[in-house]
């Protein structure tokens, strides 16, 4: 009997490993970037920092500006973040080419929808025929097993 | 017309070539009188009819050439001692002894020895000598012998390896040798690279697994909620058979 073909496309727990990756890198830059900050603030500042309304706000900013520019960044620039990169994966374009900025924002809103969802916007993933979740679906991209990434194979 | 009178030296002079000529006759008739009888005689000399007269003149020819021998050999003895006399009388000499200081002083020597080195004659003698095939079979023959071998062992066995190795790794210079070649680019450059190898290796591994892993969850989902195989898990339609084709 003839063996299954292999899909090029990326599927749901390569996917899921380097979300965690990245995330967890985030995780930990973010502390570390968090801490020092709050260190200096508290050496510099005569009563140093309150967990107040403002504080609270400016950090939700920053954290919220640092996953935009990791993921769109990584996105635009290298085709891939550095989880997508440990597990062999690249996102393109469904007519193969590079992700751009605007397809890049639209991918990212597509992943706040699917996290604010429970994660349904993921499991799409799972019965795709193109295993696109609803990130990609918005965003117009695919994501490629790396060694799969022919640009004329994910047109 | 009165016919002049011949003078003395011209009439010296006609005596005279009538007596060259006439010793010139004389000595070719002397020759073939001496060839022609010559013959004979010599056929007669080799025959046994003159053993005795050979016999009687074969001591003194030997003592003659022996005569020759010892006076050979006293001069090449003479020749011989004159050019080492000479020889060592241009080494000693101390003109020479300068002329050479001068020389090697105005580094004639290192030019020499540089433009022969630089020369592509020289290189094209050192390449043939290297590419040779006698001294290849010199190398192998020297690998081989088992001389070599036991020489080898034997210095492995004794003691002095063990006392250079003990100074060696005790002594600074090593010590930095090995800092220094620690910290070198190369080999720094070389164990990111076989950290990497490894990091790839691992990842490798866990990427084939994890896609092991997406079709498997992607087949659970599918017939829980009753679709379809995805395109890639059905099996590619059979070809035809050759026979059916044709």
Same mark, same amino acid.
Request: charged share 20%.
């Given at each position: 009997?003839? *063996? ?9 727990? *390569? ?9 967890? /890198?985030?995780?930990?830059? $973010? ?14 500042? @005569?009563?140093?920092?309150? @967990?107040?309304?403002?504080?609270? &706000? ?10 935009? &520019? ?42 706040? /929808? *699917? /996290? ?32 799969? *990434?022919? &640009? $004329?194979?994910?047109? | ?10 009439? !010296? ?36 009819? =003159? ?21 050979? =050999? ?9 050019? =080492? ?16 200081? #001068? ?6 020597? #290192? ?22 095939? !006698? ?31 003990? %100074?060696?790794? !005790? ?28 990091? #790839? ?20 989902? %599918?017939?829980?909620? %009753? ?16 026979? #059916?084709?044709?």
């Amino acid at each position: 009997m003839p *063996s299954p073909v292999r899909p090029m496309y990326a599927g749901f727990v *390569s996917r899921g490993v380097a979300w965690v990756v990245d995330n967890v /890198i985030m995780v930990a830059i $973010a502390t570390v970037v968090t801490v020092v900050t709050a260190v200096v603030l508290n050496a510099i500042l @005569p009563h140093g920092v309150q @967990p107040d309304a403002p504080e609270i &706000l400016a950090t939700a900013v920053g954290w919220a500006t640092f996953t935009t &520019l990791y993921f769109v960044g990584f996105w635009v620039l290298a085709g891939q973040t550095p989880g997508m990169r440990l597990m062999g994966l690249v996102v393109v374009r469904t007519n193969g080419a590079r992700v751009g900025v605007g397809h890049a924002l639209r991918r990212l809103a597509g992943l706040v /929808i *699917s /996290i604010l969802t429970l994660g349904l916007g993921f499991l799409l993933v799972l019965v795709d025929d193109r295993r696109q979740g609803l990130a990609d679906k918005l965003g117009g991209t695919l994501v490629l097993y790396a060694g799969e *990434s022919g &640009l $004329a194979r994910a047109a | 017309m009165p016919a002049e009178r011949p003078s003395i030296r011209h009439i !010296a002079i006609g005596l005279a070539a009538i007596g060259v000529r006439g010793m010139e006759t004389a000595t070719r008739a002397g020759w073939r009188t001496a060839v022609i009888v010559g013959r004979p005689l010599g056929a007669t000399w080799d025959s046994r009819v =003159a053993v005795g007269p050979r016999a009687a003149l074969a001591a003194p020819v030997s003592r003659l050439a022996t005569l020759g021998e010892q006076a050979e =050999a006293r001069a090449r003895d003479d020749a011989r001692k004159q050019v =080492a006399a000479a020889v060592e009388g241009v080494l000693t000499n101390r003109l020479v002894a300068e002329t050479v200081a #001068d020389v090697l002083s105005r580094g004639v020597v #290192d030019r020499v020895a540089v433009a022969v080195i630089e020369s592509p004659e020289f290189e094209r003698a050192v390449v043939a000598g290297l590419d040779s095939p !006698a001294l290849e079979q010199l190398v192998a023959r020297i690998v081989e012998s088992p001389g070599l071998e036991r020489a080898i062992t034997r210095v492995l066995e004794s003691e002095l390896v063990d006392e250079l190795s003990d %100074r060696l790794l !005790a002594s600074e210079e090593v010590h930095r040798w090995v800092e220094q070649i620690a910290q070198s680019d190369e080999v720094r450059a070389a164990l990111t690279q076989q950290s990497m190898g490894l990091v #790839d290796e691992v990842a490798g591994a866990m990427r084939a697994r994890t896609a092991s892993a997406d079709t498997v969850a992607e087949r659970i989902a %599918r017939s829980v909620l %009753r679709r379809k195989p995805a395109p890639w898990s059905r099996p590619p339609p059979m070809l035809p058979e050759r026979s #059916d084709r044709e």
